[in-house]
């Protein structure tokens, strides 16, 4: 079992930036894609960003050029890093480890509210 726990979530300003971790129970990095979804109510999930097990990145469309994930393995965490933030971006971000886009863990989720 891999347990995730997500970290840095908040309330910014448009045009800020906030940095997400997620932290791995134990190390997985080598064997697990990392990667994080976000959900906003009544909408589907969508994919932000993930990094695979060999460091292949894959951003979703809509945040390609303003977020960044990143990971160090050393402390068994991923991190998202997140400028340029619009109103639109604001979701309940989750953590995952699977396999490229598929998950197999959950992480809780964050909460990111981008608003003036």
């Known amino acids: 079992q891999v347990q995730l726990v997500e970290s840095g979530g908040g309330l910014v300003q448009p045009r800020g930036s906030l940095r997400l971790s997620c932290a791995a129970s134990?190390?997985?990095?080598?064997?697990?894609?990392m990667g994080w979804y976000r959900q906003v109510p009544g909408k589907q999930r969508e994919l932000a960003a993930y990094?695979?097990?060999?460091?292949?990145?894959n951003y979703g469309d809509s945040v390609k050029g303003r977020f960044t994930i990143s990971r160090d393995n050393a402390k068994n965490t991923v991190y998202l890093q997140m400028n340029s933030l619009k109103p639109e971006d604001t979701a309940v971000y989750h953590c995952?480890?699977?396999?490229?886009?598929?998950?197999?863990?959950w992480g809780q989720g964050t909460q990111v509210t981008v608003s003036s």
């Open positions: 990094i695979t097990s060999i460091s292949r990145i």
């Open positions: 995952y480890a699977g396999r490229e886009q598929l998950a197999t863990y």
């Open positions: 134990r190390s997985i990095f080598s064997i697990y894609t």
